[in-house]
């Protein structure tokens, strides 16, 4: 039976969420009774907003911008829409470039603040759409200002900015959702989660960070729909992983993803674990890992996505270490194989490039590295260009509940250490803690030990 939303988005909106008959009546909200000032958008967006006006084109503010602002948070960039082509918008700035293959943006530079200019989008069925004078639209790409505003994808994301008098335009009832505190979806809710299953991966982005509540159909829609993510590329769900997990809001947003659903279709080795906690693992330190991972991006400093590779796969990888190292593997390379494979399964989802995943590796082969110090050991450990985000990673396992304490304490006192004293730690080392193990790992077969020693 159809809710009576739907009833409403197909009656009133139409097909694909669009209402013709707004396209004579938006919602004008004049500068007066709105909250944005020009002193709040950056020098680089006015410029390219007041050139595109000289030059005869519509511009307009438009997206997480205008929402942000509106709701007195700082906008992370400045999005522009326009009825002018690329082309135009690229003739008109020197330091601009045309971008994308299939719907091309333009992208203004400023040193490292970069402005991107999107012409007006029709939506993907309009194929044969024609204006109101009864035109066909050039390519049947591009679009309206109307268009433009029901394909995006919630209400308070469609909001437009205009240059030309300073007001707020809204034809998707964005305003009224944004009093409200509501993210709701624009149109009809299957239809639109189908078109692009990643909307639900932002409508929990949003939540994270706006602070506002979903729209019960737009929630609903997200349970049912969750398990249409595994269509999406895995190149783009990378891109998506580091927007959800590095925005500052990585563990409410985690939190949101399992319990919508979502997480179990982007790391399903991972899920698959989430349910058999013990002795705070896998879920206590992977909230351990990204509540620190919050920490250091509200603190400025910088955070590698091969960390949090590292701490979203480390039960997959430690369960299947231990699995190889009972069917008689030793340690090291039982640790290195089940890297392999875990991340071998895990970018059949989400792609993790190269450049990140050899250095999640480093970090988790390097675990049992860091609990064998004696002799030359530490000191090559120390000299190991991961040493540092491997060290994090063994002191985010004792946070999380393993007996590591020890190990964690000598390696921080360690590296601050003079050589003589260096080689006084390691001597006062004995033999017994550099054969001690960690958690749930099996001993090795001596003849292994023996070759490891070499
Ligand atoms: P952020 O603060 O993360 O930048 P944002 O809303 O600006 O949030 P962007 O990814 O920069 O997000 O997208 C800019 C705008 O483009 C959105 O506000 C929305 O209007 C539109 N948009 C982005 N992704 C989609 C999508 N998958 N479907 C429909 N519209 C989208
Ligand atoms: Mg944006």
Known sequence: MLSLNKIFNKLVRGKNGQNPQQAREPLIIPRSEHTISRKQISQHALKVLYTLKEGGYEAYLVGGCVRDLLLGYEPKDFDVATNASPEQVHSLFKRSQLIGRRFKLVHVRFGREVIEVATFRAPPEAKQHVDTQGRIMQDNVFGTLEQDAWRRDFTINALYYNIRDFSII???????????????????????????????????????????????????????????????????????????????????????????????????????????????????????????????????????????????????VRQRTVLLMTNGMPEIPAMQRASSEIIGEQIQRVAIPKRYSLVTRDIWTLQPRLLKRQGKRAFKTLLHPKFRAAYDFLALRADAGEPLAEPVEWWTKFQTETATQQQAMVDSLGNEASVKKPRRRRRRRPSAKKTEQN
């Not at 639900?200 to 249409?228: N, P, S, V, Y």
């Open 170 to 316: 809204d034809y998707t009832g964005g305003m009224a959702d944004l009093n409200a505190g509501l993210i709701r979806l624009i149109g009809d809710v299957e239809t639109r989660y189908r078109e692009d299953p990643v909307r639900m991966l932002r409508a929990c982005r949003f939540l994270a960070k706006l602070g506002l509540k979903l729209d019960k159909e737009t929630e609903q829609g997200i349970f049912d729909w969750a398990h249409l993510i595994r269509d999406i590329p895995p190149a783009r769900l990378f891109d998506e992983t580091l927007k959800l997990y590095l925005s500052g809001q990585a563990a409410m947003t985690h939190d949101l993803l399992c319990h919508y659903g979502l997480f179990e279709h982007l790391y399903p080795q991972t899920a698959a674990l989430l349910h058999e906690e013990q002795d705070g693992y896998p879920r206590t330190m992977l909230m351990k890992a990204l509540e620190n991972t919050d920490i250091r991006i509200s603190a400025n400093k910088p955070v590698t996505p091969a960390f949090l590779f590292a701490a979203i796969l480390w039960e997959p």
